[in-house]
């Protein structure tokens, strides 16, 4: 990465149990495939070197234990930026600050490059960090033990690309298979759960544990959606101007983004606090990290 201070790579950065291709053997054993995982930093110099694929691909890029910026936290003890200067938003070695920040730098990547005409960035998280949800979650697998395993409260997914709807909160319900299926479509590959060794898995999940869904949720399961309802259907067939670059960009995507709660307005939500007039006041002794910070300066 660029961030090493010598010509050897120290990985220091690197997550092994977030770099899925690795637990993959028809990929970790096929140096073809191999040759395709590199750095962070190496992202963004193809970026701007214009070295990716000509006939274009699905890139994979997320952060990691530290940042390649050079950033530190905002919260000025030394503990907090000495612990917390990870950029992928995992909560105990994190930033969220420095994460977005990351973020806003990748998508601005993509934004000024020839690429941007025929992208779609897609924006995951896997967990909700703790944020309420009104809505009860769904079940659709039960584990060993014959408990339910739910989705979990509702977590973001953003969709930007010149073909987006823009300004629209999709109701569409999915979980990270939507991703998958909007790639087969893109793609025109078949659904990883019709695949033979998938579908005869998925049989033997019913008979062995009478769960219809063990499996990829890519085909044949209810309740997960495709992410078309992100696209405007003018922008894709010509009846309407794509979005210019300059409309995903973000300023000044070096630094920790303000702090000025705009993005709810950008889209015209009101928070409900907001909207009742509550005044929400931080306590003074409030500590985000009571278990990796549990002393922090005044």
């Given amino acids: 990465e660029p961030s090493d201070k010598g010509a050897a790579a120290t990985h220091d950065g690197y997550i092994g149990h977030h770099n899925g291709p690795q637990y993959f053997g028809y990929v970790a054993n096929n140096p073809a495939e191999t040759a395709h995982l590199h750095g962070l930093g190496d992202f963004f110099s193809d970026i701007r070197a214009d070295r990716l694929a000509a006939q274009g691909g699905v890139y994979y890029v997320r952060?990691?234990?530290?940042?390649?910026?050079?950033?530190?936290?905002?919260?000025?003890?030394?503990?907090?930026?000495?612990?917390?200067?990870?950029?992928?938003d995992h909560p105990g070695y994190s930033d969220a600050a420095i994460s977005e920040a990351l973020l806003a730098r990748e998508v601005n990547a993509i934004a000024r490059s020839p690429y941007w005409a025929q992208s779609v960035i897609i924006i995951t998280y896997d967990e909700s960090a703790g944020d309420y949800d009104h809505v009860p979650p769904q079940f659709t697998e039960f584990d060993p033990q014959g408990l339910p395993l739910s989705r979990g409260p509702r977590i973001p997914l953003i969709v930007i690309s010149p073909y987006a709807r823009a300004h629209m909160v999709s109701h569409e319900s999915g979980d990270h298979a939507s991703v998958i299926k909007l790639i087969e479509l893109l793609f025109n590959l078949p659904a990883m759960a019709d695949l033979p060794d998938e579908a005869q898995a998925r049989v033997a999940g019913f008979?062995?544990?009478?769960?219809?869904?063990?499996?990829?949720?890519?085909?044949?399961?209810?309740?997960?959606?495709?992410?078309?309802?992100?696209?405007?259907?003018?922008?894709?067939?010509?009846k309407a101007a794509p979005l210019p670059a300059?409309?995903?960009?973000?300023?000044?995507?070096?630094?920790?983004?303000?702090?000025?709660?705009?993005?709810?307005?950008?889209?015209?939500?009101?928070?409900?606090?907001?909207?009742?007039?509550?005044?929400?006041?931080?306590?003074?002794?409030?500590?985000p990290r009571p278990e990796t910070d549990p002393s922090p300066a005044p």
Wanted: proline share 10%; hydrophobic share 40%; net charge negative.
């Fill in 63 to 88: 952060g990691g234990f530290e940042n390649i910026a050079g950033l530190k936290p905002a919260d000025p003890d030394p503990r907090v930026r000495h612990n917390f200067q990870g950029d992928d």
């Fill in 207 to 238: 008979t062995l544990f009478k769960q219809h869904y063990l499996g990829p949720g890519d085909d044949g399961v209810p309740g997960i959606g495709n992410l078309l309802s992100a696209f405007d259907p003018a922008r894709l067939t010509g």
């Fill in 246 to 287: 300059a409309y995903a960009m973000t300023a000044n995507a070096d630094a920790i983004p303000p702090d000025d709660n705009q993005g709810c307005k950008a889209i015209g939500i009101v928070p409900v606090d907001a909207a009742l007039g509550i005044k929400t006041v931080i306590p003074a002794d409030f500590n």
